[in-house]
């Protein structure tokens, strides 16, 4: 009685492990939701148009347009295998716009190392003119200055050492040698953003701490940047080095 147990419980084991190998998993597309904070303060476009920020060098200031461009979304697989999504997102706070951004092209269910985008465009996708909804969105980069597109434009004002409301414009794009526009540095970065588990309706959730902008590892001063940063070639190198503590993972949910 025994062995015919043992039997019956062999031969169900082996019909699993038939059926598994079986099972074909269809592509998946995955939603990356986009939330902003202050220093852990949720930021919406309601907190615009005021003064009641402070940033690490204790100026205060508001926020009056803050969108941004995200590209490249890419999964490593545990087993190795990356998968580059050919998508972009404008994200735009200001109007609540691209604030969720559903990938064009699946993903296989299971399980990730890594998630990692890209703040802006690569070089060779930075190409001028080449986008019809960032045209209309008027997010290009004058020719003089390279050409191409803006990776963020955040705007607002300050009050400066005479305690005027100042504006100030810190637009991020690739860094430009006034002496030579056709040789610029690509100023576009990728973060990785941590493991993930794919399912059939993955969602990851990723915030932007707009305050790290102005801090980390720089602190930044207004009153010495604050507007026509656009062409400084050292101002946006150091934008550069801010960025890269600005986002992090929040949750990711199923």
């Known amino acids: 009685m025994k062995k015919i147990l043992a039997i019956i419980c062999l031969s169900i084991i082996i019909t699993s492990c038939s059926e598994d190998k079986d099972i074909i998993l269809n592509p998946v597309a995955i939603t990356l939701n986009f939330s902003h904070s202050w220093n852990g303060t949720e930021i919406t ?99 003089p200055l390279g050409g191409g597109y803006h990776f963020m434009q955040f705007d607002g004002k300050y009050t400066n050492t005479t305690s005027e409301e100042a504006p100030f414009n810190y637009h991020v794009i690739s860094a430009i040698d006034a002496t030579n526009v056709n040789d610029a540095v690509d100023t576009s970065y990728t973060l990785n953003i941590g493991s993930v588990t794919i399912g059939s309706n993955t969602n990851i959730n990723i915030q932007m701490d707009v305050s790290e902008w102005f801090k980390n590892p720089n602190t930044w001063d207004l009153n010495e940047y604050d507007v026509n940063l656009m062409g400084d070639y050292d101002v946006q190198l150091i934008m550069n080095q801010n960025g890269s503590s600005v986002f992090d993972l929040v949750s990711i949910t199923q």
Request: glycine letters at 8%; zero cysteines.
């Open 45 to 143: 476009n309601d907190d615009f148009n005021q003064l009641k920020f402070t940033n690490e060098n204790g100026q205060v200031l508001s926020i009056e347009r803050l969108r941004y461009l995200i590209s490249e979304v890419s999964l490593t697989h545990e087993s190795g295998e990356e998968t580059v999504l050919d998508d972009y997102n404008l994200v735009d706070l200001t109007n609540n716009e691209g604030m969720s951004f559903r990938s064009s092209e699946g993903v296989l269910p299971g399980e990730y190392s890594a998630v990692t985008f890209r703040f802006g465009f690569k070089r060779a996708d930075n190409t001028d003119g080449a986008y019809a909804d960032l045209n209309t969105a008027n997010f290009n980069v004058p020719a």
